[in-house]
C-alpha cells in the first residue's frame, strides 16, 4: 500500500465519493479532474504512442450520472481525447473495456452501495486494474493546481459518442470466459436475483439466463432514485425472503455497481464473504489451480479463514480494507483469488477488478460441480467469534504511534497467541 494515502485529500478507498452536486462532485470541479486525469495519463505515454486517446465511460443508475458524465467528458474533450460512453453497465465491464479497446483508461461514475443522492468517479488504468495511491495523489493535485504541472499548449479537441452494444460486450465475455464456454453450466438451477435497482439491471440476467439457469429477477427497474434502497447485498434480509418466497435453489444480490455480490442458501440464509472465500478457496486448493496456494483477504476477515484454508493446504495473506488493497498483494505475488468479508471477490483469471456476477458465476459453478446446495457447501468454514466496532474520531494517525492504544494491543495480542487476533 503505498504510503501517499494519507495525503489525499478527495480520493478514498475506491475513488472520489461525495454528496452528488456538492464539493469536490460539482460540474466546474469534474471539468478539472476530467483535464487533470488526461494530462496525467497522457504525460506516461511513451513518444511511439500515437495513437488518437480514447477513454471509455460507465456510470450506475443514479439521477446525478448524467451530469457528471457530461462534465467529465467535456474535461476529457477538452484535452484532445475522445470519449466512448458505455450508459448504465457494471464497473467491472468498464475494466473489461478498457482492456478490449486498448482505451487510455476508463472512468466509473458510481457510489456503488451508497444511497442515491451520492454519487463517486474511480479510474482504471489501461491494463484494466484500479490505480495505485500514488497515481490517484497526481491526478489530484494536478485537479487542486497544487505542483508544477504545465499547461497543454494548444490541445487537440476531442469528441464524446455511445459505445455500441457495451453490455451485450460484456455479457458475451462474462458467459464465454467465466461461464468456461459451457452454455448448459447451470441447467435446472432456480436463481433468485436481487439487481439491486442498478447497473446489474441489464447484464446478470442475460449472462445467467444464457448460462442455462432459471431466474427469478427483482429489483431490476431503476429509477434514478431507488438504487440500493431496501434491496441488494447490503439488505440481506431481501434476498433472504425472496429465495423462500420464490422457492429458488440459491439466492444472488449485487450492489449498486454490480462490483460486490452475496449469496443466500436454499433455505434463506446469507453466506458471507468469508464463507464464499472458503469455500472457493478449498475447491481450487483440490484443482490445484490456487497460485501460490494462496487467498488473499483483509484484516477484517474472520480468523477462521485462516483455519479453514490452512487445513485444506493452503495460506491466507493479508491485505487493507478496499478490494484495490486486495488486487495489490495480489499482482505483487501474482495470486489469483482474493476477497473480502463484505463481497467483493477478484477472480483474477477472469477479470482484473472485483466482479459480482463473474464471481456468482464462479461459485455457482462449484454448487454444480459438486452436486451439493450452499447449506451444505458452507459447513466447511470454521467461524471464530469475532467483533467488529466503528469510533468516531478527530485524527486517524497510526495505532502503533499511540502509545497507550499500542501497549495494550501488544498486551493482548500476547495473551491471545495464534488464537485470535485484533
Known amino acids: 500500500m503505498s504510503s501517499s494515502n494519507s495525503q489525499r485529500e478527495l480520493f478514498g478507498t475506491d475513488g472520489i465519493r461525495a454528496k452528488a452536486g456538492v464539493y469536490p462532485l460539482t460540474p466546474d470541479l469534474i471539468v478539472k479532474l476530467g483535464q487533470a486525469a488526461a494530462d496525467a495519463f497522457l504525460a506516461r505515454r511513451s513518444a511511439d504512442e500515437r495513437e488518437w486517446p480514447v477513454v471509455v465511460i460507465g456510470k450506475d443508475t443514479r439521477q446525478s450520472g448524467d451530469m457528471l458524465e457530461n462534465a467529465i467528458a467535456a474535461g476529457l474533450n477538452s484535452r484532445g481525447v475522445d470519449v466512448k460512453l458505455a450508459g448504465v453497465i457494471p464497473t467491472p465491464g468498464v475494466a473489461f473495456l478498457t482492456q478490449e479497446l486498448n482505451a487510455a483508461f476508463g472512468i466509473v461514475i458510481s457510489a456503488s452501495h451508497n444511497p442515491f443522492e451520492d454519487n463517486g468517479i474511480k479510474f482504471f488504468g489501461p491494463d484494466g486494474y484500479k490505480l495505485d495511491d500514488d497515481f490517484e495523489l497526481e491526478i489530484e493535485h494536478r485537479m487542486l493546481g497544487k505542483g508544477d504541472y504545465p499547461e497543454p ?83 440481506k434480509e431481501i434476498i433472504e425472503q425472496l429465495v423462500k418466497e420464490s422457492g429458488a435453489d440459491v439466492g444472488v444480490s449485487h450492489d449498486g455497481d454490480a462490483d460486490r455480490v452475496l ?38 476477515s474472520n480468523l477462521g479463514l485462516d483455519e479453514t484454508v490452512g487445513n485444506a493446504g493452503g495460506k491466507v495473506a493479508r491485505a487493507g480494507v478496499g478490494d484495490r488493497y486486495v488486487m495489490e498483494v495480489m499482482k505483487e505475488h501474482d495470486y489469483n483469488l482474493g476477497g473480502e468479508q463484505s463481497g467483493h471477490f477478484i477472480f483474477r483469471d477472469y477479470n482484473t477488478t472485483g466482479d459480482g456476477i463473474v464471481s456468482a458465476v464462479r461459485l455457482l459453478r462449484l454448487m454444480r460441480q459438486k452436486g451439493e446446495a450452499l447449506s451444505e457447501l458452507r459447513k466447511i468454514f470454521i467461524r471464530y467469534p469475532q467483533t467488529q466496532r466503528n469510533v468516531k474520531v478527530s485524527s486517524k494517525p497510526p495505532l502503533e504511534e499511540v502509545a497507550s492504544v499500542d501497549a495494550l494491543m501488544k498486551e493482548i495480542e500476547s495473551e491471545l497467541g495464534d488464537k485470535g487476533r485484533i
Open 153 to 235: 499548449e494548444d490541445p487537440e479537441i476531442g469528441r464524446t459518442s455511445p459505445l455500441e452494444n457495451a453490455v451485450d460486450r460484456y455479457v458475451e465475455f462474462v458467459v464465454q470466459k467465466a461461464g468456461d464456454h459451457d452454455h448448459q453450466m447451470l441447467s435446472g438451477l432456480h436463481i433468485a436475483l436481487d439487481c439491486a435497482n442498478g447497473a446489474s439491471s441489464q447484464s446478470s440476467e442475460a449472462v445467467l439466463r444464457a448460462l442455462g439457469a432459471q431466474v427469478s429477477v427483482f429489483h431490476n427497474r431503476p429509477s434514478g432514485i431507488n438504487i440500493n434502497t431496501d434491496c441488494g447485498c447490503t439488505h
Open 263 to 300: 449469496l443466500c442458501d436454499e433455505t434463506g440464509s446469507c453466506l458471507d464473504g468469508d464463507e464464499l472465500m472458503a469455500m472457493t478457496a478449498v475447491s481450487m486448493l483440490e484443482e490445484g489451480t490456487l497460485r501460490g496456494n494462496t487467498l488473499v483477504a483483509t484484516i477484517m
